[in-house]
């Protein structure tokens, strides 16, 4: 089969054989909101904050195939709703001060909360868990209070590192992610791994020491726009 | 017999925080003791445990919303420490320093004209409708705008160098993050003579008040103590931002001098008492009872030897010549107060003109220390910063006297001052005895959101209670 089109919110956008929805939307420069997808990652499919209607059904965009002639919607009042109240649910879950938090300003979390204008969190109980942060490796450390359970830095961790240094532990909104090992400084983790750099983990989990605050708040990635204003700068040039 | 009984002033309006405070009459409707109690306990120093050193100067800001400034450059001289950076480069040491200038300028600003101003224009019996700011603003436009654009001056000082007007993230440990811009300095360059003018006529309202009223403040709560605060080790010259302690008995003797900050430990003990969650810290070697002091405006002009900014020094001078009742009486630290927005002044002007402002070497890094301590003197005066990290970058011991806590037994002491003179055998409570006794608390400027955090005016519950602890008399007065 060779390319293809369907609609998202009305335009008409190409599509190649094998793409996800998200894959053509972002080819396109149409930006789907996504917590748990992240480029060069396979896909989860787990955080549905990527949800999106298609033909009326509820999918995610990350792992749905596109197909000829699909009509999808996708920033409509409606599914945005459902996207804050699974954001606003992780923010429940997890235990984030962001003014403290030195994600600040470059938290994927943070950065869709704004995005999908989530004011005051308040429909949800707070789960407020009190995890001890995990700071025993030299140069790494773990602060799970504010893992939103992506699964980014497990998937980097094995199918880019080749190593296996993160894992899962508790269940439904209690899980969250831990080293594989005692602590972290029982792990082969490297600060050097791509499952810890920047980029993989969207939270202020995992944490590079001794950076901190260096970058200004301000001049953050974030500052520089909504996030997924890179993706959608495309389809403006 | 009449019965011993209980008066209580809670809250205690215009006070940045929430205190509450008793007088306790004995059977014969004398004042037996005063205490300002501090009931809130916020726990800070066990939560901070476990987290990472760098976050510990972003962290701490969350203590207080009154001086923010104060706590975020503290922890970050400890965590200096910690970093064993001894030495800031230039551009860093010169951007912390203008932050705590812009950070001291806004605050004895919004203390003098929006806390004690309506107190010197209308006297301490006006109706408490009267006493406030926009009141002030109301009467006298001009010194009112003057006013709120000084805060703001300092305001975007802060902004400019920490990054917020509120909780800044600027100030890392060895270093900043961020240099000052030339447009910038050159929006502040532009104001910075207006301000100097106007810092030089809030100085003499304040002085002249203070000269005019010699005998009220003389006489106000006032009572000699033994001052402390940094001084500059070279000279002892008043340094708000770094250098080393002094204490000077009230007659001026010394008690201890230019004694490193990192050994405060062996000359200060901290006392707990039952009915309050603040301690009540004292110089060892005077013991509990008489080493008490206090810090402060008042405190600085009292131990330091000059000021290095030539139109602070001379008003110091005036301050320090005059009648031996003024350099003791706590409402002289309005008058202080204003010295030092002088000096802050003066300082921003200072740091203005150094191109060390523009330079790009923000950092240092050095060897690691299990321990860090960092003293600044904070508007309200001195304040201490405490930590020990472990090899895991993790805090595992924290240690915080704030100026509030050293002013502690000073404070009770100027309630019960108040007290004993308003109204001991005088069986009823007026308006201008509560507002006394707030004026004496408010003189110190007490921070008490670093207990509470709550903000804003709240209304004044007066109680009369007897010994078996009924209530046989109240009055309220609202916000
Ligand atoms: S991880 Fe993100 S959302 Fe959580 S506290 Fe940090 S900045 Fe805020
Ligand atoms: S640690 Fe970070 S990357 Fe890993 S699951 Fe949690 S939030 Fe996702
Ligand atoms: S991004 Fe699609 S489910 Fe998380």
Known sequence: MSDFTFTIDGTEITAKEGQTIMDAADDAGIYVPRLCDHEGLRHQGGCRVCTVKADGRSVSACTQPAAPGLTVENETPHINKLRRDLVEMLFHEGNHLCPICEASGNCELQAMAYRLDMTAPTKFPYLEPCRPVDASHPDIALDTNRCISCGRCIRASQDVDGKGVFGYVGRGIHRHVAANGEDLSHTDAEVTDFAISSEVCPVGCIIRKRIGFATPIGEREFDKGLIGHKISAKRDD | ?479
């Open chain 2, 1 to 479: 017999m009449a019965e011993p009984r209980l008066i209580e002033i809670s809250p205690v309006t215009r006070v940045e925080g929430h205190g509450k405070v008793t007088i306790h009459l004995d059977a014969d409707g004398r004042v037996d003791e005063a205490r300002l109690h501090i009931v809130e306990f916020r726990g800070f120093e066990r939560f901070i445990r476990g987290r990472l050193l760098w976050e510990v100067p972003v962290i701490v800001q969350r203590l207080c919303g009154i001086c923010p400034v104060s706590h975020h450059l503290a922890a970050a001289k400890a965590m200096d420490m910690i970093c064993g950076v001894d030495e800031l480069p230039p551009t860093a040491e010169k951007m912390r320093r203008l932050m705590h200038y812009g950070q001291v300028m806004q605050s004895h600003v919004l203390h003098f004209f929006h806390l004690a101003a309506p107190d010197f224009l209308f006297g301490f019996g006006a109706p408490a409708e009267k006493r406030n700011i926009f009141e002030v603003i109301r009467e006298q436009p001009e010194l009112g705008r003057r006013a709120i654009l000084m805060r703001k001056f300092g305001q975007d000082i802060i902004e400019a160098t920490a990054g917020k007007k509120i909780h800044g993230t600027a100030a890392i440990p060895g270093g900043i993050n961020r240099n000052l811009p030339i447009e910038k300095r050159d929006a502040f360059l532009k104001d910075i003579a207006e301000m100097e003018d106007w810092a030089l006529d809030a100085l003499k309202l304040a002085r002249d008040y203070t000269l005019e009223h010699a005998e009220l403040v003389g006489h106000f709560a006032s009572f000699p103590s033994h001052y402390m605060s940094l001084v500059r080790p070279s000279d002892g010259a008043l340094d708000l931002y770094h250098g080393n302690l002094r204490a000077l008995a009230s007659n001026g003797d010394t008690i201890f001098d230019q004694l490193p900050y990192d050994r405060y430990h062996e000359v200060l003990v901290e006392d707990v008492r039952s009915w309050s969650y603040m301690k009540f810290p004292f110089i060892e070697k005077l013991g509990p009872l008489t080493g008490w002091y206090r810090v402060g405006p008042l405190a600085r002009m009292n131990t330091v030897d000059l000021i290095d900014t030539p139109r602070a020094n001379a008003a110091r001078d005036e301050l320090m010549a005059s009648d031996g009742d003024i350099t003791q009486a706590v409402l002289a630290n309005h008058w202080a107060r204003m010295i030092e927005v002088l000096h802050c002044v003066e300082k921003i002007r200072e740091l203005l003109h150094d191109p060390d402002l523009q330079g790009t070497d923000l950092k240092a890094t050095g060897e690691r220390r299990e321990e860090g301590i960092g003293v600044i003197e904070a508007p309200r005066g001195n304040l201490i910063h405490h930590y020990q990290v472990d090899e895991n970058d993790q805090v595992t011991y924290c240690n915080l006297i704030v100026s509030t806590t050293h002013n502690n037994e000073g404070m009770n002491r100027a309630v019960k001052d108040v007290a004993v003179q308003q109204l001991s055998g005088q069986p009823e409570i007026t308006e201008t005895m509560l507002n006394q006794v707030e004026v004496a608390i408010r003189a110190y400027d007490p921070c008490l959101s670093c207990a509470t955090h709550a903000l804003g005016q709240m209304p004044l519950q007066v109680e009369l209670i007897d010994a078996a602890g009924t209530v046989i008399d109240s009055r309220v007065r609202d916000a």
